[in-house]
Each structure stands twice: as structure tokens, then as C-alpha cells.
């Protein structure tokens, strides 16, 4: 089977850095993808890792290690309208499916 | 350009009653998916179709049938309703290749509350 493991929560401080780990455990695996969702929002996609290393986009990173299954999700300069709930995601079975991890609430205090 | 449609936006169901949820997608994706997310969790894959004609079972399809009735559009039908049913659920489309690279494009989602 295929499971995710991810914080349930994170607090940070606005202009701050978080870190957003997930770790993961699939049959197959060809990509690993962090996902955004505002309450009562729909989850929009912030981005994707196939291969190991540092993807950057903005203000948002994200990095991969294959041979640790591990990922994580980083963000800079922590603004209010950043707190929401982040969800990693892996393709692992099959490449159009797409298993979501239970999501990391973060919270930013002013 | 809509994106992804979804009707109904709300629904309130009695144990037994069956329903179709709707979704299109105006983008000319090959991938469609139907998710379910109950509070506090994550979303869970009820089934998926990889491209027009084909669909195939995700995490939790038990009480769910789909029907992928062109490329553009993905009906998630509840045969016999029932309150673990309650919950939100997102229809979603990827990629004009369908692979694990591919954003997925999220509906606004159905509130379904089973009584």
C-alpha cells in the first residue's frame, strides 16, 4: 500500500521560515507534489518533485530525497495569507493516481 | 476558460436516497478524479479515469460508482446514501498527458450532508 506521514500542525511567526516534512511510503513512486488549501477553499497545486534536490518557486521551495523517501515543503518570508493547510501528495501505483498525505495546518502569528 | 464545474455546490440527503454529483472540465485534460475530504483530513481518491473510456478504483470506492461520459465530463453517482458519506468532495483534472507531473486543477467542491 502507499501511506504519507506529515506534522498535523505548524505555528510560525509572519516573515519567519517554515519547514513542511513528509515522508512517504509507496510501491512505485514517480513524483511527490505539495498541494495549498485555504478553509473552504479548493487545494491548488504549489509543486513537484521527480528527481532528488531543490525545486524553487518564489517564495516556495521544495525538496526530494528519493533514496529517503522524504520530502519537505519550505517557505520564506511567511506572510498572514500563508496560513492554510499544505498537502504532500505521491504518484507511486500508477501514474495518474494520486495518493494525498492528511495535510499540515500552519498557522502564522503577527 | 470555467476550469472545473461542480454541481451541486450543496446537498442534503436522507439514508437511502441516491444522487449524481457533476463535474466538466473545459481544459482538455485526459485525467479526471473524484476525491472525498472529511474535517481535519485529507483528500481521499474514491475513483479515477486515466483518459476517456477508461476508469479505475482509488482508495475508498465502496458505495461510489463514476461514469466518464466524454473527456470533458466525470459523474460520481451514490446508488444508496448513507451517513459516513457525509463529507466534501472535490472533482479534479491533470494533464493534457495524464502523467504524475501534471497539476491537478481542483473543483469548488459539494458539501454532502447524508441524514
Known amino acids: 500500500g502507499q501511506s504519507l506521514e506529515q506534522p498535523s500542525e505548524v505555528t510560525a511567526v509572519e516573515g519567519a521560515i517554515v519547514q513542511i516534512n513528509c515522508t512517504y511510503q509507496?510501491?512505485?513512486?514517480?513524483?511527490l507534489s505539495w498541494y495549498q488549501q485555504h478553509d473552504g477553499g479548493a487545494p491548488t497545486f504549489l509543486s513537484y518533485?521527480?528527481?532528488?534536490g531543490l525545486e524553487e518557486t518564489g517564495r516556495f521551495s521544495s525538496f526530494l530525497s528519493r533514496s529517503d523517501s522524504y520530502g519537505y515543503l519550505l517557505l520564506q518570508e511567511l506572510q498572514m495569507k500563508d496560513s492554510a493547510s499544505y498537502f504532500c501528495?505521491?504518484?507511486?501505483?500508477?501514474?495518474?493516481?494520486?495518493?494525498f498525505g492528511s495535510g499540515t495546518r500552519l498557522s502564522i502569528r503577527p | 476558460n470555467a476550469g472545473v464545474t461542480q454541481t451541486p455546490k450543496f446537498q442534503v440527503l436522507k439514508t437511502g436516497q441516491s444522487m449524481t454529483l457533476q463535474c466538466a472540465q473545459d481544459m482538455n485534460h485526459n485525467s479526471m478524479y473524484w476525491y472525498r475530504q472529511d474535517p481535519g483530513m485529507g483528500l481521499r481518491l474514491i475513483y479515477y479515469s486515466a483518459s476517456e473510456g477508461t476508469t479505475d478504483k482509488g482508495e475508498v470506492p465502496n458505495g461510489y460508482n463514476v461514469s466518464r461520459l466524454n473527456k470533458r465530463e466525470f459523474s460520481l453517482r451514490l446508488e444508496s446514501a448513507a451517513p459516513s458519506q457525509t463529507s466534501v468532495y472535490f472533482c479534479a483534472s491533470s494533464g493534457l498527458a495524464g502523467g504524475p507531473g501534471d497539476t491537478q486543477y481542483f473543483g469548488p467542491g459539494t458539501r454532502l450532508t447524508v441524514l
Open positions: 501528495a505521491v504518484s507511486g501505483s500508477s501514474a495518474s493516481k494520486i495518493i
Open positions: 509507496t510501491s512505485g513512486f514517480y513524483g
Open positions: 518533485n521527480a528527481l532528488d
